[in-house]
């Protein structure tokens, strides 16, 4: 390989996000958050023409629920790929999504003091 050769190497993918989402525009965040969860229908036909992106998408959610960014992880996409991929694979019913469990509350200190307290003028 001579030194022009060289300038001229290809580094990084070949195939355009454009192309791997059909010219698909990005939906917005609050439509496929980072936390959002995804998981396939159970009617998610097999036997139909997918993009190998899409068909990897499938693949990984047939396990369970997967959140969008452990899915980007997976298929080294980026992030609004990834949406723009669910989007599409949510309009044609093969995925679920569903917001993640919120955190649970902080419990209220004095009154966890107070049944403690409690507890121990009970067995104590």
């Known amino acids: 390989m001579t ?64 959140s969008v960014v452990e899915i980007a992880g997976h298929t080294g996409l980026p992030l609004g790929i990834v949406r723009a991929l669910l989007a599409e694979l949510a309009e044609n019913k093969l995925i679920w999504t569903r917001a993640p469990v919120p955190s649970a509350e902080s419990a209220d200190k004095q009154l966890l003091k107070e049944v403690l307290h409690g507890l121990r003028r009970r067995f104590a």
């Not at 990084?12 to 980072?34: A, C, K, M, Q």
């Not at 159970?42 to 998408?57: H, K």
């Open 3 to 66: 030194t022009e050769d060289a300038d001229f190497e290809l580094r990084g993918e070949l195939v355009r996000p454009y192309v791997i989402t059909n010219g698909r525009e990005l939906p917005s965040e609050r439509e496929f958050s980072v936390t959002t969860l995804v998981t396939v229908t159970d009617e998610a036909p097999n036997s139909r023409v997918l993009s190998p992106e899409s068909r990897s998408i499938l693949d990984l959610c047939s396990g369970g629920y997967l």
